[in-house]
C-alpha cells in the first residue's frame, strides 16, 4: 500500500498552524476582559446619567468630573479592542499563508513573518491601552468610606 503524500503536507500544515492558534486562544481571552471592562464603563456612565436629576450641585460636579474619566477609559479601552482585534485578524492571516505555503508550494514565509511581526505589535499596542486603561481606573477612582457612615 503506498503511503498518500498529501497526508503528511496536511499533518506538517496543522502542526505550523498550532502555534498560532493558541495565540488566536489568548487574544481572545483578552478581548473577552476587555470587552467587560468597556461594558462595565458604559452601564457606570448610564447610572451616572440617570442619577443626575436627583444631585445636587457638589455632587452634580462630581459625577461631571466621573464622567470625563469615563470617557477617557472608553475611549482607550475602544483602541485595545481595535488593537487586539487587528492582531488576531493578522494572526489568521498568518494561518491561512502557512497552509498555502504548504499546499500551493510558495515560498511565503517572508510574508508570513511579516504578518506575524505586525499582528504582534497590534497585540502590544492592546495590551498598552489595556494597561492604560487600568492605569485610569485605579488612579482616577476615590473610595470614599465616609459616604456609609
Request: glycine share 8%; with cysteine.
Amino acid at each position: 500500500m503506498v503511503a498518500d503524500p498529501s497526508a503528511g503536507i496536511m499533518s506538517h500544515a496543522i502542526q505550523l498552524a498550532i502555534a498560532p492558534v493558541f495565540l488566536l486562544t489568548g487574544i481572545a481571552g483578552l478581548l473577552a476582559v476587555i470587552a467587560n471592562r468597556l461594558g462595565r464603563i458604559i452601564d457606570r456612565a448610564r447610572s451616572l446619567e440617570q442619577l443626575r436629576l436627583s444631585m445636587d450641585a457638589d455632587e452634580r460636579a462630581a459625577a461631571h468630573a466621573e464622567l470625563g474619566t469615563l470617557e477617557r477609559r472608553r475611549h482607550v479601552c475602544s483602541w485595545s479592542i481595535n488593537f487586539c482585534t487587528t492582531g488576531a485578524l493578522l494572526v489568521c492571516l498568518v494561518i491561512i499563508s502557512l497552509f498555502v505555503d504548504e499546499f500551493v508550494g510558495l515560498n511565503l514565509t517572508l510574508l508570513t513573518g511579516t504578518l506575524f511581526v505586525v499582528s504582534m505589535i497590534g497585540v502590544i499596542g492592546g495590551l498598552t491601552c489595556f494597561l492604560r486603561e487600568v492605569y485610569l481606573a485605579t488612579h482616577t477612582t476615590a473610595i470614599n468610606a465616609k459616604r456609609f457612615e
